[in-house]
């Protein structure tokens, strides 16, 4: 079986001329825009278009509709953040990993006042009517606590790319070069409203050797502002700046694109989220940016499938978390098992309290579960939620087809015993993560093995993926000579 997941080669970004933006006139406040939900089919770009952010449309060509305060205030955050990132270029790894383990242990100590802080954000949320699936994105007890503790002590035990030699050679005329690796600098991150994200980010930048600037969720505004004081307060604690973790929240959306604009203050930025802040970004960013799209995600299950084990790989990808970006939103049924798998499928996901968007020969078979007519809006829909839309294939040209169509390029799923089936899969759907046998779950940082992610870039440069360590720095050619002079 072919292995889908072996990592590839990234290369760099260009982090563009050092200097920042000329401040532009523009004082329209930050609008914001619903998401729309849904993904768009192929061709359409990147979700552009979807939902509309008046003031960004407004000063569309000036400075993104950011006011001269606003601009101000998050630049100021951003320069703090490239000084003290220059104390972390030298910093040994053994530093790096006592101020994670410090800020690690710190984070347990304030359990109660983050849980506290949390429960004002989860109230906030459920007056305000947030689905129960994002409501738990939010959610933070004394265990989840413990858990991103935990992710923060598997990322110092990873390597330290820094420093790294990604290739080197002593040429004819005897100049020795090296690649070397390096941090990048400054990294943004624009996220959801999910609190662990906030802890990722520092550990990955922290150990990658970069300062963060943190923009989260502003459901989660509570729970973060206490997350960022504890390591702030941690880092100072570990003789480093404070300014390697800074957060932006207060000045809301137009923190967001005076953050975009940064160029030459911050060397990228993460936009992870929905189709808006992906159109935001694509209209409004002048910084190099690396693009975490959202997530429709298919299992295709083929004629030659172990229909148990399809099943529990269905069940999974749909039920475990709904109400994250690497969850299923579409089955797809090869014809000639569809008998068979189709009711077993529909009784198990109605258990599971999964609502089932079918086409016909999907509505026929499941018989004694009731099934929605799908349209072409439930083959685009990023749910995010317990629903499911079902689609019964003639074969693995129209799943592939299907896919081609309406995926969003993050996680797509086969299920099958022919190694010739999996490996055609594996070769034609374009995608971020392709899983054979296994559910889209997996496209996590974690679940590969980098600790954690900074996000799932669904675009091409400079990553794929889920991003870990490596995707956060970039390198330098040093050139060694002997008074060497090029003739
Ligand atoms: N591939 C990946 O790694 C990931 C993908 N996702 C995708 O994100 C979506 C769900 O997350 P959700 O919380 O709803 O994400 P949103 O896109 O609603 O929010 C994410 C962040 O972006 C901000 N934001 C959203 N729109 C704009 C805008 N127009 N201008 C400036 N800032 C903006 C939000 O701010 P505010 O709080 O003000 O709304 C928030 O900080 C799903 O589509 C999911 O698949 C999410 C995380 C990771
Ligand atoms: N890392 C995640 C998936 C990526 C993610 O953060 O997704 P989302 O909850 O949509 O913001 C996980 O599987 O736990």
Redesign the pocket.
């Known amino acids: 079986m072919t292995d889908v997941l072996r990592a590839s080669a990234s290369p760099a970004v260009d982090d563009g001329p050092r200097t920042p933006d000329a401040a532009a006139p523009g004082t329209a406040p930050a609008a914001?825009?619903a998401?729309s939900g849904a993904t768009a089919p192929r061709g359409t770009g990147t979700g552009a278009g979807t939902g509309a952010?008046p003031a960004a449309a407004a000063d569309e060509g000036t400075d993104g509709g950011v006011g001269d305060e606003v601009r101000e205030a998050v630049h100021a955050v951003c320069r703090a953040a490239q000084v003290a990132s220059r104390r972390l270029r030298t910093a040994t790894g053994a530093t790096k990993d006592a101020a994670l383990r410090a800020a690690a242990a710190a984070l347990v100590a304030a359990t109660d006042r983050v849980v506290a802080a949390n429960a004002e954000d989860l109230g906030r949320a459920e007056r305000d009517g947030v689905s129960p699936y994002l409501r738990d994105r939010l959610r933070l007890d004394a265990g989840r606590i413990e858990d991103i503790a935990g992710a923060m002590a598997d990322v110092v035990a990873l390597a330290d790319p820094v420093g790294e030699v990604v290739r080197g050679s002593t040429l004819p005329n005897g100049l020795r070069v090296r690649q070397v690796r390096r941090p990048l600098g400054v990294v943004g991150v624009?996220?959801?409203?999910r609190p662990n994200v906030t802890v990722d980010a520092v550990a990955l930048a922290l150990k990658s050797g970069n300062a963060v600037v943190l923009?989260?969720?502003?459901?989660a505004a509570a729970t973060n502002a206490v997350v960022v004081e504890v390591l702030r307060e941690s880092l100072v604690a570990s003789g480093l700046p404070a300014d390697l973790v800074s957060t932006i929240d207060a000045h809301?959306?137009e923190g967001?694109?005076a953050l975009l604009r940064a160029r030459g203050l911050v060397d990228v930025v993460v936009p992870?989220?929905?189709a808006?802040?992906i159109r935001?970004v694509v209209e409004t960013a002048t910084v190099p940016t690396i693009e975490?799209?959202?997530?429709n995600c298919h299992v295709y299950v083929d004629a030659a499938a172990d229909l148990d084990e399809a099943l529990a790989v269905c069940l999974n990808a749909k039920v475990q978390r709904p109400g994250v970006?690497n969850s299923a939103e579409t089955v797809l049924v090869h014809r000639d098992v569809a008998e068979e798998f189709v009711p077993a499928l529909a009784s198990a996901m109605a258990e599971a309290g999964v609502v089932l968007h079918g086409d016909t020969t999907t509505q026929e078979l499941a018989v004694g579960v009731p099934v929605r007519p799908a349209t072409d809006e439930d083959w685009a829909a990023?749910y995010?939620s317990l629903d499911l839309a079902v689609r019964v294939v003639d074969d693995l040209d129209q799943a592939l087809e299907h896919i081609d169509t309406w995926s969003s390029r993050?996680t797509e799923a086969i299920c099958t015993t022919d190694t010739r089936a999996a490996e055609r899969f594996v070769a034609e759907v374009d995608a971020a993560a392709v899983a054979v046998n296994a559910s889209t779950r997996f496209t996590d940082g974690a679940q590969l093995g980098l600790g954690a992610e900074i996000?799932?870039s669904?675009q091409k440069l400079h990553a794929r993926g889920p991003m870990g360590l490596t995707e956060l720095t970039t390198t330098t050619w040093v050139v060694t000579g002997d008074g060497h002079v090029r003739t």
């Open positions: 914001p825009a998401g952010d624009v996220y959801e409203a923009r989260g969720g502003s459901a809301g959306r967001v694109r992870r989220g929905g808006d802040l935001t975490t799209g959202t997530g970006c990023e995010l993050h996000g799932i669904t």
